[in-house]
């Protein structure tokens, strides 16, 4: 379990990732965090990207239903406009923002802020998923979730994509995706190009 640095014991500023396949955990892990942050009285401020509208649109909400009220904005730079007093920013979905996000929570970390970003580490394809890699690499704090295979039961660490679309962003849940280990998904795979092969 990740234990929040202190406030006294560590430089204020820096950035934590939160990352996994879908249905590991990270909506609701960062939402643990920030709640946590308000039981010791910190003041916090929650972003989301606009596009994501699966559950609400002003609230973080994860796949068991727990949720926290957030901002939805359309652009990563809007974050910047947070209150200066404001000690912790939580972003869910990072790799739905454009490649900027990375400059805006290094920005935000410098300006004396702790951030914590939740989001998917790789595609339906398996490939790095849009901002993430960079947030990892400048992130002080990585956190790796991972769900259970929908196939084996094994440590899911992909999600694996049901239908044939082929754009890196489809929004769905359990109905288009689910999490799989490194072994079923690459079966899976297989198995759907001989379908589409035909």
Request: glycine content about 6%; charged content about 30%; hydrophobic content about 40%.
């Amino acid at each position: 379990m990740f234990l929040e640095p202190s406030f006294l014991t560590q430089r204020r500023g820096w950035i934590e990732v939160i990352c996994g396949s879908m249905f590991s955990g990270k909506t609701e892990e960062l939402i643990r965090r920030l709640k946590r942050v308000r039981i010791a009285e910190q003041s916090v401020e929650i972003f989301k990207p606009a596009r994501d509208t699966r559950y609400s649109v002003d609230e973080v909400v994860s796949h068991d239903a727990r949720s926290i009220a957030s901002r939805a904005v359309h652009h990563p730079s809007e974050i910047l406009e947070v209150a200066s007093h404001i000690d912790v920013i939580g972003i869910d979905e990072a790799q739905f923002f454009d490649e900027s996000i990375k400059a805006v929570c290094e920005e935000l970390a410098l300006r004396g802020h702790r951030v914590i970003v939740a989001g998917l580490d790789m595609d339906f394809r398996g490939r790095p998923f849009g901002p993430m890699p960079e947030l990892l690499a400048v992130a002080e704090y990585i956190t790796k979730l991972h769900a259970i295979c929908n196939h084996c039961g094994n440590l899911a660490t992909h999600t694996y994509r049901l239908t044939t679309d082929a754009e890196t962003v489809v929004l769905g849940e359990k109905d288009i995706y689910e999490a799989r280990c490194r072994h079923c998904f690459n079966e899976g795979n297989i198995l759907k190009l001989k379908v589409t092969k035909g």
